[in-house]
Every structure is written in structure tokens, then in C-alpha cells.
């Protein structure tokens, strides 16, 4: 089988991180506060960083998309290279995700569409969107697929929930007292929640912290982003080290490529994006980036749903009822078979690794269903990238536990 576009998409962008000149980058710096809510202290975007809210009639559509793009570095390698990540989806709430790509200009922004499903009988190009900044309302104009397209830039409602980007970044040289050593980089690109409810934005910052941790319970003790960033950094940093003097390769085994190799130039990224919200729900993406040696890095996307009336996490026991265990896999094993080019009642071990669909953990809620998130390696090849499965919520209504921030049965039918 062919690498999936997505893991295609996701592999290039990531790989300009190894081809960039070993220039440390410095940590996070002062940028324009914004606007903070009664009770809310001020909360910077950090420089060469944004978020913000589009909505457009793409070509051939009927209905308008929202489109949440987030702009950063594209890695700490080189914070001058803009770096993008955007989740759109129409009034189904079918989410799909536009990959950022390299480019010159500084007020372009060229994104890829990664989503399988839009791959089907399309040619690479069709997948493109090219778009330029316009001045003064912050708008995108530009073409999707060759199409002509204006993106139109939402301000968000007073006292409504918005984010502000934080983004650290650094390196260290793996043998600080020698002037051509490699280089391990460390960058963390993270969203701070703003205006909306003051004691559910607090439950929220705090989950969400906790999450960027990579923390599997809730309830445990939060420390401040800054403070996260610089353990991981240490810990990093730390282990990079006693990797390279672990791993040091002799001359005569790095010959015609330099003293050390690449496989000593280590990266670490991590980011956070939103893929839906809507209402009181809200869904995100906690993306992480590890090269460490060897063939390829390994990457995965972590999803994490939020109810907004409380700001409280949903986990998978929170949104399904004991019960669905028994009766996901089937509903997976339908969905899945589309996105890997099985025909219905085809067998699944003719494209991935199991006969069967594991239900797994790692999921998030959209308005209209609920995306499953399998990582590399966990149902199939590398080469086929993650997949993502997603179920309507007319399939999984009776598996669900009362109380979520859904719209009711009767508005989601009538959509």
C-alpha cells in the first residue's frame, strides 16, 4: 500500500526540521498582551504566533466551512520558517485537517489537505490551499484546489472563549566544549484559553495543562506552562546527552558525512491545536514529535475533548457507557473500511494488522460523532500514518452516557 497522504503531509513538514542551519533558537520572548477578561490577567501571543477563526464557501460547496488555524515555528530549529496547522469542517462536523507547507513569502500561508477521505479520485493539486494575508480585517484570499477563495477572519464574541499561543524553544549541543558538535533541539507550542466562564476556564487551563503533560487521570496536581516547558527541557536535554556519549560514533564510521552523523541531530516538538468547537464542547489535538536516531521520527496526535459548562476533561469512560465495548468494533470496522481502500465485508487484515477493530481510548467528539484516533503502528504500517475513524452520532446515541454538551437527537437529524 501507498504511504497515506497524511503521514506523507505530516513526514515533510517535520523533515525541514533536520535541513535547517544548527542555529540555537532562544526561548520564549515578550509579545502584545491580549485582551484578557475581567478577573484574567494578560496573556501574550508570543512572537510569530497566532490563532484565529475563518469561515469561507469553499468551491463547489453549498454550505460555509470554519476553519481554526494556528500559526508557530515550524521548529526550533529555525523560528524564522512560519509553521501552520488547520481543522475545518462544514455543518456535518465531519473534522479535517490541513497540514502547513514551506513558504517564502511572509504573509502567505500554503496548507495541505491530509485528510484520506478528500484524496478520493483527486489529483495531489486539488488538495492545495494557497492563500495570501490581506490587510486590514486579517482575511485569506487566495485559491483551494485552483478555485478562487476568501477565508473571512471571525472575531470572537465578547467574553467568549479564544486562545492565545505560547511557544518555547531551544537547543543544546550534545558535546558543548567541541564547535561543530550536533545539536539537539526542544520546542513546545501551546494554547491558553481566554474569556468564557472565569471558574471553567480555570478547569479548563488546568486540564489542558495536564494533557500537554501527557497525564492519563485527572485530579493530579498542575504546575504553570513555563514551568512544564522547562522540565521537559531538562529532561530532554539531560538524556540527549547521555545519548550522544552512549552512542558516540569512531571517525572511521562517520566517513563522507561528517563527524558525528545525522543521527545524533535530535528533535523534540511538541504542539497543540483545536479540532472543533462548537457550543459547550470543545475538542483538541496534542500533537508530539520525537527523532531520536535512527530511520525516521515518530509522531502522534493525542485528542482530548472538553465540556465547556465545567471545563472538565472527557474521557473515554465519560462520553460511553460500559456497555459499548461490545458493540464499537463493528461500528469502527464499517467506518474504517473506506479510509483504507476496503470495500464493505472486505476482510480488515488486507490492509491493516488486526481482523478485528480494537476500540481504543483515544478519542474526541465532534457535534454530529466521535473520531477514533489510532496512532502509527497501532492497526497499521508507518507508511499508512495515523487513522482516524470517525462514527456519526446517529450510530453511537444509545452508547453514550446521558449529560454530554451534544446537540439534541432532533437538531443533529435535521442537519
Known sequence: MKPSLCALAALLALAACHSQPNQPTAGDAASPATTPTAGQAAVANSPGTSYQVYRALLPGQADSITLHLVSAPRSAS????????????GPA?????LMGQPSAAPDSVILFDTSPEKAVGTGGDNLFWRLQRQAGRGDLAGTVGGQPVRLRAVAPAAGALTFAVRYFADSAAAFPKEAKSPLGRISVQALVPLGGNEAARTTLEASMLRDLRGDTLDGLPTITLTALYKQQRQQFFKEYRQDATDSRPAPADTAGIGPYGIGMSYEDQTATYVLYQQGSLLSL???HYNFSGGAHGNYALTPASYDLRTGRRLR???IFKPTAAQQLPALLGQAVRPEVGLQPGEPLDKQLF???MPVTHQVYLTATGAIFVYQPYEIASYAQGEIHVFVPLSALRPLLRDG???PAASNVAAR
Not at 462536523?93 to 485537517?97: N, Q, R
Open 78 to 89: 529555525n523560528a524564522d520558517l512560519a509553521g501552520h496547522y488547520g481543522s475545518y469542517y
Open 93 to 97: 462536523a465531519h473534522p479535517y485537517s
Open 285 to 287: 489535538g496534542f500533537f
Open 316 to 318: 473515554y469512560d465519560d
Open 354 to 356: 488486526v481482523s478485528k
Open 404 to 406: 454530554l454538551p451534544l
